[in-house]
């Protein structure tokens, strides 16, 4: 079965850099999550989307932004980097109201 | 405001021996109520879910979970541990009553399970 799928797996930025992290849902589910999770944290909730409208906003910077497209996918922009933006940084889909499943992640390096 | 807590960083058993992982929640309504779990640089993989209807969910994996309304408990449980159910396990609660449809993550108990 189609997971949801994040690219890049891997991404090395260097301070004050931008970045653009980018999910492909499972077809035909509504809603996209991101989520960060630092070392030895939990996921914590940036942003969502509904039907490619934003649904609900988290403790998301306001360095980034995030938006979906016509195709579901959606890109989460990230500018102005710091050091403490290290994390691993996870997307998600689901219907709505469904249980979300997650991709593999991007693990995003300041350096 | 929803939230769950997981009071243990860590848990220790035996191969073959039963396990459980606890989680409590809090929600103004009715939980809807997940398991995860998270391998080294892996997503988190959907375990099981608790909607409504029979207290004790069955999941992937061998693992199962009750539901206890009035502990306001959702622990994850198995009868015999496997060294690969080594991981890190996330509970999650969305408030059902809620306009948001997000679920909220606990901080994650890591699971050793010695040979």
Request: neutral net charge.
């Amino acid at each position: 079965a189609a997971g949801v799928i994040q690219s890049p797996r891997h991404l090395i930025k260097e301070k004050r850099e931008t970045a653009t992290l980018k999910c492909y849902p499972i077809p035909r589910h509504d809603t996209v999550y991101w989520y960060q999770q630092g070392p030895g944290q939990d996921p914590q909730f940036l942003i969502s989307f509904y039907e490619k409208m934003q649904s609900d906003k988290g403790s998301i910077p306001d360095r980034f932004s995030a938006q979906q497209f016509s195709d579901y996918h959606s890109e989460l922009n990230m500018s102005s980097l710091e050091l403490g933006d290290s994390a691993l940084y996870f997307c998600a889909s689901s219907l709505q109201g469904g249980e979300a499943f997650f991709g593999q992640g991007t693990r995003l390096t300041v350096v | 405001a929803q939230s769950v807590a997981q009071p243990e960083d860590q848990v220790n058993v035996a191969e073959g021996n039963p396990l459980t992982v606890k989680c409590t929640y809090s929600v103004s309504g009715n939980p809807y109520l997940f398991w995860y779990v998270q391998y080294p640089n892996r997503g988190l993989q959907f375990l099981l879910k608790y909607i409504t209807g029979d207290n004790l969910v069955k999941g992937s994996y061998g693992f199962e979970a009750e539901f206890n309304k009035s502990q306001t408990s959702f622990h994850l449980k198995k009868p015999s541990a496997l060294v690969s159910d080594s991981a890190l396990y996330f509970c999650a609660v969305r408030d059902m009553a809620g306009g948001s449809y997000i679920p909220t993550f606990g901080r994650g108990t890591s699971l050793i399970v010695h040979p």
